[in-house]
């Protein structure tokens, strides 16, 4: 492949940092709220997606994408815990809004790989996995100080699996998705996450939904699939 252009290179990086504060923001989420609140508010993603789509990408905003907007935005809104109190802890008010930001990088993220899609996908994901370290590595001596390596077998055996599988190949395959995917569809596709993380967070850290929560999930969830199906 020829050298990259240093606009679409710059482009990847600022990509790739987008990603570095999505997972710090999305783990700052996890620290004030619960696991399936901070995921549910995540992944708003795909409503925003669909709202950013039309203002960066030629696609339409239609009536369907409208109700998928207004359907998915009530299932957050329930699952956030806003309508069972009064008045809402302050710290889970931080976790939803660093949930719904960590999403709204996402969505950019989406939006500005599917405007270059035409590029390797390996190139695309080493660039950009690099701008995220590049934002990770000061974040992380700040809040946690530098620390030595781990030495022991299993530790560095997980740090690998993590890095390589579930970071680098899982990466490559989202971004070559997007050459046949249109971006509301690739972003809808990863409810899979929540879905996992409903019940492996219910089942590891014994945290749950309220009634009100599950409707708020459901609603999400149901609402991404039937839009997916039907192609609004």
Not at 91 to 103: E, P, R
Not at 197 to 216: C, D, N, R, Y
């Amino acid at each position: 492949m020829n050298q990259l252009p240093a606009k679409i290179v710059a482009l990847l990086l600022l990509a790739g940092a987008m990603y570095g504060f999505n997972w710090i923001f999305f783990f700052e989420a996890i620290n004030y709220t619960t696991v399936p609140i901070a995921t549910l508010c995540y992944y708003m993603q795909p409503a925003l997606v669909i709202l950013l789509s039309p203002l960066f990408l030629p696609e339409k905003l239609t009536r369907g994408k409208i109700v998928v907007l207004c359907l998915t935005t009530t299932g957050m809104v329930l699952v956030s815990g806003i309508t069972e109190t009064e008045s809402m802890d302050i710290n889970q008010l931080k976790g939803v809004i660093f949930g719904l930001s960590a999403g709204l990088l996402y969505a950019l993220n989406a939006i500005i790989n599917k405007r270059i899609s035409q590029i390797d996908t390996y190139h695309k994901t080493f660039i950009q996995l690099s701008g995220a370290v590049l934002i990770l590595i000061p974040y992380l001596s700040i809040t946690d100080g530098w620390r030595p390596l781990p030495t022991d077998f299993y530790t560095i055996l997980a740090v690998l699996v993590l890095g390589i599988v579930y970071t680098g190949i899982a990466f490559a395959l989202y971004f070559s998705s997007m050459k046949n995917l249109s971006a509301p569809s690739v972003a809808l596709c990863g409810y899979i996450d929540p879905i996992s993380a409903l019940f492996l967070s219910a089942l590891i850290l014994g945290e749950s939904l309220s009634v009100t929560g599950i409707l708020g999930a459901v609603l999400i969830i149901g609402t991404a699939i039937i839009s997916e199906i039907k192609k609004v």
